[in-house]
C-alpha cells in the first residue's frame, strides 16, 4: 500500500523560472494538503484541497503560487517566476476524511 | 538533559531510559493533537494522535498526554532506542473546522546515545 509520493525529490530552478510540484496520495485519500517548511522550523501550511476544488488557501502566498487537485491525477503546486526566498522542503499529504494527515518525503526546491 | 540550540531544543537521552518531549499549544479551541517524528530528508511520520475528550492514549512504547487546562501536550517514549533519534513536532487542529489545517510546534530534537 503505496504512501504519500511527491516528485521531483529534488528540483532546481533559476530565478524567474517556474516550478511544478506534483503529489499522488495515498489510495483511497481524498483530502490533499500542502506545507512548507524551512530548516529548523515546524511546517507551515499553505492550502487545503478536495478533487478539483480547493477548500481553504489561506496559507498561500497570494501572487505566483496556485495548487489544483484534478479529477484525474496528480495535485499540482504551482510557482511561477520563482525567487530565492521559494527556497524550501514543500511537503504533501493526505487524509481520508477527517483522519490524520499522512505525509510524503518532500520536494526540495533550490533557486539559483 | 535539555537545551536550547541554535534553533531547535535538543533532548540528549542514554539508550535504553525514557524520553520525554513537551509542547505548547496555542489555541483553546484545538480538539485534535498529532505528534510527528521527522528524519533528516524525509516528511513527518505519523506517531500517535488523541482528542480533547481524552487526557492520555498509549501506542507501541509511546504515550500522549494531554493537559487541556495549560494546553500543554507531551510524549513519552518508552526504553528509547537509537532509532528514535528524529525531530518531533506537535500539531494542533480543529476538527469541526472547514479548513482542517494543521498548525505545527516549533519541533524537539531528540539524539540518543548508545
Known amino acids: 500500500n503505496a504512501g504519500v509520493m511527491q516528485n521531483p525529490r529534488h528540483l532546481v530552478r533559476r530565478r524567474g523560472q517556474e516550478a511544478r510540484l506534483r503529489c499522488s496520495p495515498m489510495k483511497g485519500h481524498s483530502h490533499v494538503y500542502w506545507y512548507r517548511q524551512l530548516p529548523e522550523e515546524g511546517l507551515k501550511f499553505m492550502v487545503y484541497l478536495q478533487k478539483e476544488n480547493i477548500i481553504d488557501e489561506s496559507g498561500m502566498p497570494k501572487e505566483r503560487f496556485s495548487a489544483e487537485f484534478p479529477k484525474e491525477g496528480p495535485s499540482i503546486l504551482r510557482i511561477q517566476q520563482v525567487v530565492r526566498g521559494d527556497s524550501a522542503a514543500y511537503f504533501c499529504?493526505?487524509?481520508?476524511?477527517?483522519?490524520?494527515?499522512?505525509f510524503g518525503d518532500g520536494t526540495r526546491l533550490s533557486i539559483l | 538533559g535539555e537545551s536550547v540550540g541554535l534553533h531547535l531544543p535538543t533532548l540528549s537521552v542514554q539508550e535504553g531510559d525514557n524520553s520525554i518531549i513537551n509542547c505548547a499549544y496555542s489555541?483553546?479551541?484545538?480538539?485534535?493533537f498529532i505528534w510527528y517524528k521527522q528524519e533528516s530528508g524525509k516528511g513527518p511520520q505519523f506517531i500517535i494522535d488523541i482528542r480533547s475528550n481524552m487526557d492520555k492514549r498509549q501506542g507501541q512504547r509511546v504515550t500522549v498526554l494531554l493537559n487541556k487546562t495549560v494546553k500543554h501536550l507531551s510524549l513519552q517514549i518508552a526504553a528509547t532506542q537509537p532509532g528514535d533519534s528524529a525531530v518531533y513536532f506537535c500539531?494542533?487542529?480543529?476538527?469541526?473546522?472547514?479548513?482542517?489545517?494543521?498548525?505545527f510546534g516549533g519541533g524537539t530534537r531528540l539524539m540518543v546515545k548508545p
Open positions: 500539531a494542533e487542529n480543529i476538527e469541526g473546522d472547514a479548513g482542517n489545517m494543521l498548525t
Open positions: 489555541n483553546s479551541a484545538s480538539d485534535y
Open positions: 499529504a493526505s487524509s481520508p476524511d477527517r483522519g490524520p494527515q499522512h
